[in-house]
């Protein structure tokens, strides 16, 4: 199984602060990652696909890039309403796996 | 509008059996692969399975394998998910998600416990 180490599992930041949290993956996924954003009581909702390209009505702060096995979503500058959890699947090869997950938190 | 409605979920014993379902509308059901997703209590996500969008083939995550059997129901736009001889480490949220992961419902949650 391909295995997604996530970091960091939890941070605090402040408004505008420029975020981002990592996943590395074990073996070649090519860019076939999907982040996600979960809000508390809420279901996941897609925000990046394929490592770079934004989802429909995500704002263009969150980004998506690559460097090597380890894939990266940045927040530019920090809103309220970013503070959630943060997931990254892995969708190369079966079984699609998930890394740990990242909770956003306000400093 | 896409929907996705979850349900079966509850309180079940350890050992039990257990089917869920997944009604789905608001687009083609039968184009689309279908997966099952859970997330545990810690929030910690795990990719199930999946079903080809005819029913005719089947991916499971290898834990899961010899305790869980999706199906689906192209007819009634529905998804299953059959448990069997639950344990407590299955207690969490179950989601179903088209293609992708598109779409999402708001899940039905099971809670193994005696």
Redesign the interface.
Known sequence: ?IQMTQSPSSMSASLGDRVTITCQASQDIGNNL?W?Q?KPGK????MI?YATNLANGVPSRFSGSRSGSDYSLTISSLESEDMA?Y?C?Q?KQ?????G??T?LELK | EVQLVESGGGLVQPGASLKLSCVASGFTFSDYWM?WVRQTPG?????I?DIKYDGSYT????SLKNRFTISRDNAKSTLYLQMSNVRSEDTATY?CTPG???F????TMVTVSS
């Open positions: 199984d999907i996600f979960q279901s996941p909702r897609p696909y959890d997931h699947l969708y079966y079984p699609w796996t998930f740990g997950g909770k | 997966s929030k910690t996500m795990e990719w399975g991916n499971y995550a290898p989601y992708y992961f598109d999402w419902g708001p899940g």
